[in-house]
């Protein structure tokens, strides 16, 4: 969007408005909301101490601008997976061809986009016909796209395979990022149009991943060296080493349209999760957490997803899945009454601005 201004008599009223847009911009800071999001379930009775048998806590991954979230819930001998669209909570159906684990997930949700379709990856195995899994085959991960209109699954055509591949963020265009390994290491992807595109940061173009994308094509990643793992982000072309002050192997999960990335780092007192918004890191923790803060998703709302862990819950719960919502911050009374007092100087002019589209 532009604005083309086809009348203005008063350059010195056009220059104080710039300023106070600016200023406006500028002082306007977020705090958080935190509240739970798990999955519904039936709590604990008072006989069953420690909850062996039933629930036992949630995840949320992701969310989109529509607040549908994806996420995942854990009970005994199984882990599964849930989409919200706003009204009511839907087990999400494991992959046809995923095979069976005992005690853990074989379908993987990574990342939802506005149109509803979901990338993840589901466990399959070397095996002559899929989905049957010998003794002796290894398992391997497959990515995959869901549609969550149709209820439909599609594996991703990938070049990649017999290793395993998994995608990990999907954005409104329907660009896909993920990993991948071969008998060389591991390394990241790009699916645009149906072509699949391998990217390596340069630092370590043997152990690189994509987490995520935004509709602008910016990528954020992971890779590995000799000191450890380090994040970047892929704009362009080009490739920037992010490192947070906090913790140099922080993990970056997500980037949004404005370029607002999440992630999880670690340091001596614990796990946070963080914001990253292209200058400053602010850590992340949610409020009820006794074992830990991860974030893993942030829309173009600027709400965050992810978890939280808890010890010593009476009913064996181990983890929270939460959403954090940015309050503005007010702007000082002063500085609106010091911008009013600069407009009124500057005299009433006409002016006429036309929004052109753009």
Known sequence: MTFKITSLFSSSYFILMLGFLALTSVSQASTYTYRDFDFPHTPATPTEPGNPYGYSGSSVTDINDKGQVIGGYYAYHKSPNFFYDGRAYTELPDHPLAVPILYSPNTFPASINNNGQIVGSYTDCYAYSEGLCGPY???????????????????????????????????????????????????????????????????????????????????????????????????????????NPNAPNAYFADINNSGQMVGTYRDSTGTHGFLYDGSTYIALNDPNATNGTFASGINNKGQIVGSYGVIGDPNGIESHGFIATPSAVPIPAAVWLFCSALIGFSGISYRKIVKVMG
Not at 177 to 185: A, I, L, N
Not at 197 to 226: E, F, M
């Open 137 to 243: 085959d290894v398992r391997r991960n497959r990515s995959f796209v869901y549609d969550t209109a149709t209820s439909t699954y599609t594996t991703l055509n990938d070049p990649y395979l017999p290793y395993s591949n998994y995608a990990t963020g999907i954005n409104n265009n329907g660009d896909i990022v993920g990993g991948y390994r071969d008998s060389t290491g591991g390394h990241g992807f790009l699916y645009h149009e149906g072509i699949f595109t391998t990217l390596n940061d340069p630092n370590a173009p043997d152990a690189t991943v994509l987490t995520d994308i935004n509709d602008k094509g910016q990528i954020v990643g992971t890779y590995r060296d000799s000191t450890g793992f380090h994040s970047f982000l892929y704009d362009g072309g080009s490739y920037t080493t992010l490192n």
